[in-house]
């Protein structure tokens, strides 16, 4: 079973959400190496009429248009049309990276890149062979972040990267001209050592096997329907008109403190 399953009832040193008792069970404090996160910022735009010029294409094993040709070597037969486009990673490549620190704002850059975005674009020949290539969309960046002073430990700048495509059309000589939505998000790290609160080691449940038992979701459920209230917080000993109206409303113009219908 998994962290989250129901049939885990051991869920005490496992992940999850703390309730009011948050502190319990914090016993330790352990040093962990992570990567810390200084400042972060995300930019997400729409490039229109982008010329990606694709540096490797290769047939799909099968197109599903009554023709499987397999043979690599294979060129695509004009025309071609254009089908979609995404991302392949979420990481992207910085390059031509400046840094420009401000006096006027201590602590603040100007970080200048250029951020290579890898894709795919599927597109199909006049013989509907269905192909796959390789491009790369650059975008721009020139941003403001938060940059630590120096130290022994370099920072270092990241990007994370998602593209889609809106459209497409080919241009001749490999070249798409696409319209794409791409998100960016930059991200100034470094790898530190930090001095966490503990409840110590996670406690790793059996793995459950995968079945299609039907009945166990129904079995999971309570024998008998929970009641909507707890009783002892109802009082029964009321004499003072507490009465069904309309079958949910209860009449209760009195001070003796009917907590729910008789019914």
């Given amino acids: 079973m998994s962290f989250y399953s129901y049939k885990n009832g051991n869920t005490a040193g496992c992940p999850g959400i703390v309730g009011n008792d948050v502190l319990n069970g914090l016993n330790e404090k352990i040093c962990i190496q992570v990567q810390r996160v200084y400042d972060s910022c995300l930019q997400q735009e729409q490039i229109d009429d982008v010329d990606v010029t694709l540096v490797s294409y290769g047939l799909v094993p099968s197109c599903g248009c009554g023709t499987n040709d397999t043979n690599e070597n294979t060129q695509p037969v004009m025309p071609i049309a254009f089908e979609s486009c995404r991302s392949t990673s979420t990481e992207g490549t910085i390059r031509d990276l400046t840094i420009d620190r401000l006096c006027d704002r201590p602590c603040f850059a100007r970080v200048r890149c250029k951020i290579d975005v890898p894709i795919d674009i599927l597109f199909t020949d006049a013989n509907c062979r ?30 994370m990267v998602s593209a889609i495509c809106v459209s497409g059309t080919y241009r001749g000589n490999n070249v798409f001209r696409l319209t794409v939505c791409v998100t960016v998000i930059l991200k100034v790290l470094a790898k530190v050592e930090i001095l966490v609160p503990s409840y110590g080691f996670c406690t790793v449940p059996p793995c459950e096997e995968f079945a299609d038992n039907v009945c166990d979701e129904f079995f999971s459920l309570p024998l008998f329907p929970p009641a909507l209230c707890d009783d002892s917080t109802v009082q029964t000993g009321c004499n003072c008109g507490c009465t069904t109206i309309g079958g949910n409303n209860c ?9 729910s219908c008789r019914r």
């Fill in 130 to 159: 269905e192909y796959i290539g390789r491009g790369v969309v650059t975008v721009n960046k020139d941003v403001l972040l938060s940059i630590p002073d120096e130290s022994i430990v370099p920072y270092t700048l990241e990007s």
């Fill in 251 to 259: 009449n209760t113009n009195c001070n003796c403190g009917c907590n």
